[in-house]
């Protein structure tokens, strides 16, 4: 996989910094924006496209190529695709990158924490499909990704809070001094602190990503803690991904506790983070509002899945490790059903 450069930008980059061949994608909300109204201005090519999970789609994409098709972008060897935006702008024209002419350049400029931290490196890209996210996908890094303090920090608070879910995620697999500091300022979080601990929480990411790039071996995996359940919250109540991931996060705490995987002081570290950083999660309330059955067919098209009925399911020994273990979708459901009746 090409190795990504990652640069921390108080401002957006010069306009000579990418190819003159270049395709601007970006969030339309950005217009809202002066300094980058005033950037995208410089660019010929441009495509400003809806953000959400609907923008994720077969007939988007098929919408969105039509409307490139008309731009008659030169096909040089140079062109490049520029993606300014969250998660889903970001995976969306990845995914484009990888597969327009068998594949160009792509350069990621995260708008939001969410994709800063997290959804911008590794190369991950993909849409969804059937209501199950990212099940059509490639793996393409970008050349470069640029983590521009001038747009992350003119970001809503509640972005910064969906972040947390990754950032949290990010600090229990391998980061104990990101843990700390969140721990230390949760109830005084501000854009400073997100600022400080970005360049050492996606080294943690790229350095797990570096070992097993196209998820062959299993060690990526990790990165997976919390999404097990947390795709299940997401795709059944259409909830921010950050807020979902905290929430399959915390099942994972009381589940590794349960098994004796985890201290009781870390347990209740971790535990009480995540309730600080989201308060009004009700883990209890939110199992309790997924079916049985509906629970069974998001696990079934969970991708982590290692044979018909198994799962890679991400346990945590203690703030900064975590383990792998296969799960079957019948040990999955007797836990919830454990944690609805005794917390």
Known sequence: MQKTEVFYPSKLPPRNTFPQESVLFYDSILNKNAAFKAWSKKFEFQLALKSGESLKTINSFSEVLTKLSKLAVPSTPRLTFIAVGGGSVGDFVGFLASVYLRGRALIQIPSTWLAAFD???????????????????TFHSPEKVYLVKELLVSQPSARMVEALGEVIKIAIIGQPRIFSVLEKNIFKLNAKHLIEILPAAVQAKYKIVGLDPYEKSGVRRVLNLGHTMGH???????????????????????????????????????????????????????????????IKTALFKDKKRTSSSQIDFIFIKKV?????????????????HRQKTEY
Do not use: M
């Not at 308060?279 to 939110?286: G, M």
């Open 119 to 137: 959804s911008a490196h590794g190369g991950k890209n993909g849409l969804n499909l059937l209501g199950q996210k990212n099940q059509l996908g």
């Open 320 to 336: 900064g490790s975590v383990t792998r273990k296969k799960v079957s979708v019948d040990e999955i459901l007797a836990e919830i």
């Open 232 to 294: 299940v919250f997401e795709s059944h109540f259409g909830w921010p991904h950050g807020i979902c991931i905290l929430l399959g996060t915390l099942f994972s705490v009381r589940w590794s506790y349960h098994l004796g995987c985890l201290s009781t002081r870390d347990y209740i570290r971790i535990s009480n983070l995540i309730e600080s950083a989201y308060t009004s999660i009700n883990l209890n309330e939110d199992l309790a509002g997924v079916t049985e059955a509906q």
